[in-house]
């Protein structure tokens, strides 16, 4: 059972950077593509970015592209979130995901159902 731990999330305000970071607790995540979400009160959940371990592809959400970088660590151990360029917009829980499926198309990750770890997220507010 792969356990995942998300951290970094807090209040900002707009225009500035956070960090999150998700950890697997007791495995290497290796193999898996992960990803991360975000669901804002009364919203839908939304694809925000995913990174197949194998190759680094990555892949990003329409709102986040180009102001949020998910990477990994070379120990293979966390994926991190770096986002910059905050928007009230980007509030929201965030949640960390892994998939041990595999598609040859990237596009497949931006679906939720594709996952079958998640982490409890962290809270993101981005105030204005």
């Known amino acids: 059972q792969l356990q995942l731990v998300e951290s970094g999330g807090g209040l900002v305000q707009i225009g500035e950077s956070l960090r999150l970071s998700c950890a697997a607790s007791?495995?290497?995540?290796?193999?898996?593509?992960m990803g991360w979400f975000r669901q804002a009160p009364g919203r839908e959940r939304e694809f925000v970015a995913a990174?197949?371990?194998?190759?680094?592809?990555?892949s990003y959400g329409d709102s986040v592209r180009g102001r949020f970088t998910i990477s990994r660590d070379n120990a293979k151990t966390t994926v991190t979130l770096q986002m910059n360029s905050l928007k009230p917009e980007d509030t929201a829980v965030y949640y960390c995901a892994a998939s041990d499926q595999y598609y040859s198309s990237q596009s497949f990750y931006s679906g939720g159902d594709v996952y079958k770890y998640w982490g409890q997220g962290t809270q993101v507010t981005v105030s204005s």
């Open positions: 990174l197949r371990w194998s190759g680094d592809t990555t």
């Open positions: 007791g495995r290497a995540l290796s193999g898996y593509t």
